[in-house]
């Protein structure tokens, strides 16, 4: 006798091809495509995005879905169906007028809020701002339940498990441990040397060079690819088929082998999802904080260590011998590793990352607890930086209309950035206790390190949540003070030196 | 009130964003997913096939695809109607049994053929060759009508208003005048250098002449692309997205220049079609006839000409200043013109070309006539080689075994190339009365040519049929002998000097 969930694959498969090929027409289009191709090529991606979305959206499924809920099923079938459930849970509950008044909206607030960073001018966007503030308060007034109330609605849309309270806890830590430490770094690094990075460096031997990188840390290059875009980031098709982008500045030559390794990190979990999980719903990282510890664990923790570096940097020798003949691994090591309190979030360091993203989630939290009007941020927003980083935006570009997640309704998502940096440091930390890392990365023997990912995160994809996966590992939850001594320990080791 | 040409549309739009999603999948796949994507990627690519299919195949469709064969039509509607309509005819008139059976068999035929080629043994292939004739028979019996019958069915799916008698006709005197020019040829060939062709030429400079070579002759790159297969070809997403490949060998230098110049004539003819016709179901190429008369008009009448051949032979010194260092306009010229019968079509140079499919017509011919028995085939195959190419096949790989056509069920394709030879041939002639061609070949200048083909050819798509756009175009059908006069002239060019 035929099951429900047998009866829904069919319309799981036709989404899951869809989105298969709207991820491999995206990708082309930021890679490949020939720059007039945009109005048609995104005239019939729209078709094919509206058709993936009815393939899933409709009475059918949705009479199926609620069998399925009652009906025996395996692990995956079940993980498939919580997701399916979640994501109707999310579209129902909003009437249908306002969502799609909503999308509208968001369309030309991210227009005003192109106009306002280009012209540096919070006015004209703060008006769209508010609009969308109050649809996403109006939205978490439809979706809230028993379980999740206010901003951990939207929180639990990017990490499930992380409400305000576990956020608090983590950022409060970072306050009292990491904020103290601005202070002294702004002391110490006019020390380091970063100047060789900014000479001359061929871009076709950066690519070769990203390639090897890439190869080394574990991207299989049989199932993946690396192409160049303005803004590196990580796609699949599907398992055996996971695309990064990487991208090239002659005259900084970390730049691309930092995107190249954080790339990876990514790539690399999505080579590891299982076979039976991919092209399905569950098929792919479980959570964008997840995610971000895969690449975060690379970039970083095994990217920025020096026992890595020492192949590495002999590699980038051979590969640039002119440009690097008076460099050491030392000053590589220290120049890749320079704290420095900026503005800009994207172009943060290790050390100060997170507190960028403590301003967001402080400024968000505000705004859901109905603390503050839209018409003050610009004011707090750099209060905060002045009080956290210690510096001061010029201007509302560098400052308030810094990112773009806020005009497209993205509230609640950056936590998952500095959660990803943190998760990463509890692992890192983990893995020590388990075998012998820094010989590991010293001999660049990545072997044992990839099979306990694979085995222990990868494979699951969305099956399991990131905390479970988290307990499965190590017996406990998420705990930030991991993070916390990674990062004093890492200063230490760079900055007392130079005592 | 919306008439039922509204109501199809967006049948229309779903169909084609599918298929758009499909040919850039199918692209990519080419030419740069990794090795090991294939399995993933092609189920998932098989689920968005069925989909576009079911898109166009289904009662509601056929419902108003009824209704609006009585409505009033615009001529782009009328066309794409009547498009519809062949799709419908076509598949409804063959029992979904025997088309499905056909489709499996033409699965394991094609996996026959292909071992029987390695092996070159015909007799693994010959069975299912039977079965595939034998299913063909079948659906011409289904689907002959009152004006086209037996063979004639076939042909009209590639080239409509190209039956049997017209091509009796057109290779009748093939026959007559060209045949008698291969013996002269076999007596003077040996007088022509080739051999400069084969130094080394980096790869690299091959890709960048390439490029130059296609946009030299009106390939517009910022909205299209090139990449590299084996097997050349062209494809597109849409007019403004129209991608060709090309094969560079290190050690063949003429084999990049001529496929860049061929698949620049398929891309220019996409890229020409109007705007309100792409994406819709006549949005490219009229006939396969007329697409490939465009690819050769620029690789023969125009890129092997010695006018054309002055400003690029040119940049092609500057590109390989070293290698062809040695080497005049005039040798280049005659090497790339030179004349030599052989075994196999697709090396075949312009003078023996349609000989080869002239071969294919007859036994192809003779087959749906019952005349031969397909046990009988490599003997008739090798005999027609000595009789019209003065060589023979030495075994079944270089003979009957040759192309893979015929393993797809792929009757009445083969007289389309040679078509579009004769074609281009005539074009040629009516260009060079209305314009005058040498000038502006020998200066580069394209753009009335350009602007000729665009206006009589590229715009219209599929809302003329070849014969129409003959007509339209220079007051007469196709006719056969420009071909003959142009190859006559060409021959004698080439090879009376050497007298």
Known sequence: ????????????????????????????????????????????????????????????????????????????????????????????????????????????????????????????????????????????????????????????DYEPGFTVEVLDQFFELLKKEIVPLIEKVKNKNHKIDTSFLNRDFDIEKQREFSSWLANYVGFDLSRGIIKESVHPYTTQLHKNDVRFTTHYYKNQLDSAIYSTIHESGHAKYEQ????????????????????????????????????????????????????????????????????????????????????????????????????????????????????????TPKNDAEGILQDVHWSGGSFGYFPSYALGSAIAAQIYDHLQSLMPIQEMLTTGDFDKIDEYLQTNIYQFGKTKTTQQLLKDMMNQSFDSSYYIKYLKDKYHAIYEEEE
């Open 272 to 391: 590891g999802i299982a076979d039976n999980l991919t092209l399905t719903l569950v098929g792919s990282g479980t959570s964008m904080g997840m995610h971000e510890s895969q690449s975060r664990f690379y970039e970083n923790c095994v990217g920025r260590n020096k026992n890595f570096l020492g192949p590495v940097f002999n590699k980038l020798k051979e590969t640039f011998p002119h440009q690097l003949s008076d460099v050491t691994l030392l000053d590589f090591y220290k120049a890749v590793n320079k704290f420095e309190p900026g503005l800009i979030r994207i172009e943060a360091d290790e050390l100060t990352y997170s507190l960028h993203i403590m301003v967001r989630y402080e400024i968000e939290k505000r705004i859901f607890n109905g603390e503050v009007d839209t018409v003050h941020l610009p004011t707090l927003w750099n209060q905060m930086y002045q009080e956290y980083l210690g510096v």
């Open 1 to 156: 006798m035929s099951k429900s969930f047998d009866l829904l694959k069919p319309y799981l498969d036709k989404s899951a091809a869809l989105d298969m090929a709207l991820s491999a027409l995206s990708f082309d289009f930021d890679t490949t495509a020939p720059k007039k191709a945009a109005s048609y090529t995104h005239q019939a991606m729209a078709i094919l995005s509206k058709e993936s979305y009815d393939a899933l959206m409709n009475n059918q499924v949705k009479e199926l879905l609620d069998k399925c809920l009652n009906e025996d099923l395996t692990t995956k079938e079940k993980a498939i169906v919580l997701e399916l459930q979640k994501i109707y849970d999310k579209l129902i509950k909003i009437p249908s007028e306002l969502y799609n008044e909503n999308r509208k909206l968001e369309r030309e607030a991210q227009l005003a809020w192109e106009e306002a960073k280009e012209k540096s001018d919070y006015s004209i966007f703060q008006p769209y701002l508010e609009k969308i503030i109050e649809n996403q308060k109006a939205f978490i007034k439809y979706r809230e339940d028993d379980q999740l109330k206010g901003y951990d609605v939207l929180l639990n």
